[in-house]
């Protein structure tokens, strides 16, 4: 079965930091390629960081040395740590995995999706 539940968004400041974190079913944590995804209101949803199945890692330039993808196999979980948040980082966030396209951040290219987790961040 596949499943995806993100969680940890929330309020903050300008600076603060936020962690997200992604249960996956055991099915899906398996996958080539996980990672996540941000869609702020009025814009298209973009690609911030991905996590092959190998532990290799991208990022969006925007984010680069900003935000830290990991997972964790003991718990089929995956995280995104947020260091830093600017108001532009104000956006709805998901987590996606299973693609035929490994290591690609372009979201039309994955098959799973969970429902988001919002994050707002204030000046």
């Known amino acids: 079965q596949v499943q995806l539940v993100e969680s940890g968004g929330g309020s903050v400041q300008a600076g603060g930091s936020l962690r997200l974190s992604c249960a996956l079913s055991?099915?899906?944590?398996?996958?080539?390629?996980m990672g996540w995804f941000r869609q702020a209101p009025g814009k298209e949803r973009e690609g911030v960081a991905i996590?092959?199945?190998?532990?290799?890692?991208r990022y969006a330039d925007s984010v680069k040395g900003q935000f830290a993808v990991s997972k964790d196999h003991a718990k089929n979980t995956m995280y995104q740590q947020m260091n830093s948040l600017k108001p532009e980082d104000t956006a709805m966030y998901y987590c996606?995995?299973?693609?035929?396209?490994?290591?690609?951040?372009?979201?039309?290219?994955?098959?799973?999706w969970g429902r988001g987790t919002q994050v707002t961040v204030s000046s």
């Open positions: 996606a995995a299973d693609t035929d396209d490994v290591g690609s951040l372009n979201p039309a290219v994955y098959y799973s």
């Open positions: 055991p099915l899906t944590y398996s996958s080539n390629c």
């Open positions: 996590i092959e199945e190998d532990g290799d890692t």
